[in-house]
């Protein structure tokens, strides 16, 4: 009888109950709440490990990266002596000569052919470019001395930014003695400074780094992404809708489902090899360009807005359908009005995902020669192309050092796009969205 | 060894699909709106509805009446091959609507269910503005091809539902953001917005209280005059106060049918008896 009694909580459920419910609810309320703070506990730690993470991410490419936004610039005295240069077609003169008189003037005491290699090897191939430009665009200058600021050659420039040490021994550094006493002239003139790097901003891919740009790779990034998306997202959304809210749903849709889910994890390259052997090899499209990586990224996004269409679908509630269709709405109708614009922000999502996940994607491209060399900045679809992913791959595997930040400051443009489609998405929910 | 066989075939009895029970009543009417001629419905390999055969009769209710589970909702669906969007629902029989069998492959089920509407157990408006929940039929369907027929078409709809004074004020609102009673009243505002010639409802006053209860039978003796009407529902009260004939389910089986008189003051069947005194159970 009393052994009953100490189990009264065997006795709570029964009609003879010795407790009161809020006495037993109160005794495992303690543990229920300790289980909650754990799982929140939990939480907030992974959540603080990711950031971590993300932190050190950013942290160390912002930090290799951002030195890539400043060039060493060298300011030089150019006369543009009219008997080197033709009024009448200013764009034949020999410009390299010019650029090497006017630092010849600067360092009168250099004479040997050995040391004024060494000499003009402190400025960049990219200073004739310049001052070509400059002369085609204002020709009334021919016959007067300008002052201008050319880019000095990356290694200059890594010694400006402290990546060349002075202490190593001569012969491990890529600057001899000699030259580091005329940079320090040029400094001493205050003819040497650090300016933003515009350059970076505005040319293409190029073999001196001091010359070399993401401009190319972006409006290449930008052509191919549009390629994808013009297909991808009304192919995919046309697919999703018509599995999902047309087709029987019998063993030829089960099986198309199950290739579809395959095709989302089949390795990105092999979406390559097939358009190498496709679009290149069978269709004959040109090598290189944006619309073949375009039509390749399309076949591995497909899957992706695919799956994610179909799951927005499949979340939009079956009575708002019965509704549409119990007043003798055809399919279509039905899909039009209600079932699609209740599912638009979830498909909207999968596409931005799936975008995302082309601007960053490399291997497959590399299949159909997007990872040639390319210096001219694309203009179209069918011009030669890089993209950014792929620019970023052949700058880490350059050997210069001035190489290796650009690295950095690629990623931080490829991760500011990034951030900026995920924001297009979220506005893009937000716009869509109907909270009701 | 005769225990296993006894088992066995103890066990095959009750797994065999059970026979129909036998309809007590007249199931014919006069100049009947629909037919249905031996109904059976499946979900997978699940029977829901067993060989039931009944008459709608023009400008007439009729009640559906029965315990929680017994096929109701499933038969009232099957009219307008609402069960056509459940998969692995399964119909065979005949059902004809004047005269057709509706279904028949040729039957196009869009004109079929502008014709016979449905109000759905559970209100379900369009997460659209309250003025779109009920003008979009209308508009899909071409009867009203201006703004103001629109307009007109929206105003008497929502007044013969009960609920023009309540929402004329925010047409422009979310359907989705009204009480669950003033939902209900919409979606029947909805449904008789393209003036179907037979309305389905499935517990239309299950969710209101006894005013809007009380309107929303006034609409169907006024629409009876031009429609029938199918109704199922749970209040004896509304049963017998709303319908000429009335029509007992239990377990998948049509029990009886009758007038709603007879139902309700001389059952037959013991089982309806039970039921509509409250015995059941
Ligand atoms: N979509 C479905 N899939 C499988 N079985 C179903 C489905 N809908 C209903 N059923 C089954 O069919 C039987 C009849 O259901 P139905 O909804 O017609 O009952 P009802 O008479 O309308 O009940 P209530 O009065 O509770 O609405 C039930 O046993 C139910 O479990
Ligand atoms: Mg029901």
Redesign the interface.
């Known amino acids: 009888m009393s052994s009953s009694k100490n189990k009264s909580i065997a006795g709570a459920s029964g009609s003879s109950r010795r407790e009161r419910t809020i006495d037993i609810v109160n005794r495992r309320l303690a543990k229920r709440y300790r289980i909650e703070k754990r799982f929140r506990f939990y939480g907030l730690c992974s959540i603080i490990v990711s950031m971590v993470f993300l932190a050190v991410l950013l942290t160390s490419i912002v930090s290799n990266g951002y030195s890539a936004f400043f060039q060493t610039y060298v300011r030089l005295d150019i006369t543009l002596d009219s008997a080197m240069l033709d009024r009448e077609n200013p764009g034949k003169s020999n410009f390299q000569a010019i650029i090497k008189q006017s630092i010849n003037k600067l360092y009168p005491e250099v004479e040997d052919r050995k040391s004024k290699r060494e000499l003009y090897a402190l400025f960049s191939s990219g200073a004739a470019f310049q001052l070509r430009d400059l002369v085609m665009r204002h020709p009334d200058l021919i016959g007067t001395t300008v002052s201008l600021w050319v880019p000095a050659d990356d290694d200059v420039d890594m010694l400006m930014k402290g990546y060349i040490k002075r202490s190593v021994a001569e012969n491990e550094r890529r600057l001899s003695d000699r030259q580091l006493g005329w940079i320090d002239r040029l400094a001493d003139q205050d003819r040497i400074e650090k300016r933003f790097n515009v350059t970076f901003f505005t040319a293409g891919d190029s073999r001196e780094p001091e010359l070399a740009g993401i401009w190319g790779a972006v409006k290449g990034s930008f052509f191919t992404l549009l390629v994808t998306l013009v297909l991808s997202f009304p192919i995919g959304l046309a697919a999703a809708v018509y599995l999902e809210e047309f087709a029987p749903?019998n063993l030829a849709t089960d099986f198309i489902e199950v290739n579809i889910n395959n095709l989302a994890a089949v390795p990105s390259i092999v979406f390559g090899l097939l358009g190498l052997a496709v679009f290149l090899n069978f269709f004959g499209m040109p090598r290189s360009t944006p619309l073949v990586g375009g039509l390749v990224l399309m076949l591995m996004t497909l899957p992706t807005i695919i799956i994610a269409s179909r799951a927005a679908l499949k979340a939009v509630?079956?009575?708002?359908?019965?509704?549409?269709?119990?007043?003798?709405?055809?399919k279509m109708?039905m899909v039009s009005?209600?079932v699609l614009p209740?599912a638009l922000p979830g498909m909207l999502t999968g596409t931005i995902i799936g975008m995302a996940q082309a601007l960053g994607e490399t291997a497959p491209l590399l299949m159909i020669g997007m990872v040639a060399f390319i210096v001219d900045i694309p203009g179209g679809f069918t011009d030669p192309a890089a993209v950014m992913p792929v620019q970023i791959y052949l700058w880490a595997d350059s050997p210069e050092r001035a190489f290796l930040e650009r690295t950095s400051a690629a990623i931080l443009v490829l991760l500011a796009f990034l951030v900026l489609m995920n924001a297009a998405a979220v506005i893009m929910r937000k716009r869509f969205e109907?909270r009701? | 060894m005769q225990e296993v066989l006894k088992k066995k075939s103890l066990e095959k009895r009750v797994l065999a699909p059970r026979e129909s029970r036998k309809t007590i009543g007249n199931i014919n009417v006069q100049n009947p709106r629909m037919v249905c001629r031996n109904v059976d419905v499946y979900y997978d390999d699940k029977q829901a509805i067993r060989k039931v055969s009944i008459d709608i009769g023009r400008n007439e209710v009729l009640a559906m009446i029965g315990p929680s589970g017994c096929g109701k909702s499933t038969f009232l669906r099957c009219l307008?091959r609402?069960n056509d969007?459940i998969?692995g629902c399964r119909v065979t029989g005949k059902i004809l609507f004047d005269g057709k069998d509706i279904y028949d492959s040729s039957v196009d089920?869009?004109?079929?269910?502008?014709?016979i509407?449905?109000v759905?157990q559970?209100p379900?408006?369009?997460?659209?503005s309250i003025y779109e929940n009920v003008s979009?039929?209308p508009k899909?369907?071409g009867l009203a091809e201006s703004k103001a027929e629109a307009d007109e078409i929206v105003e008497s709809s929502l007044h013969k539902a009960g609920l023009w004074d309540e929402v004329k004020d925010r047409l422009d609102q979310?359907?989705?953001?009204l009480s669950g009673g003033q939902q209900q009243r919409l979606?029947i505002a909805?449904?008789i917005?393209?003036s179907p010639e037979v309305i389905l409802m499935d517990e239309p006053c299950s969710a209101l209280d006894p005013i809007a209860t009380a309107k929303i039978e006034d609409l169907i003796d006024e629409l009876r005059e031009q429609y029938t009407i199918v109704i199922v529902t749970h209040s004896m009260q509304q049963a017998s106060r709303v319908s000429q004939r009335t029509a007992f389910f239990h377990l998948g089986d049509l029990i009886e049918v009758g007038s709603t008189d007879t139902i309700f003051t001389k059952p037959s069947h013991q089982l309806t008896e039970d039921y509509i005194t409250g015995r059941y159970g």
């Open positions: 749903k509630p079956p009575s708002i359908r019965e509704a549409a269709l119990g007043v003798g709405s055809s109708q009005s209600h209740l109907k009701w | 307008n609402m969007t998969d089920v869009v004109p079929l269910r502008a014709q509407g449905m759905f559970k379900n408006p369009f997460p659209k979009w039929a899909i369907h979310p359907g989705t953001g979606c909805r449904a917005a393209v």
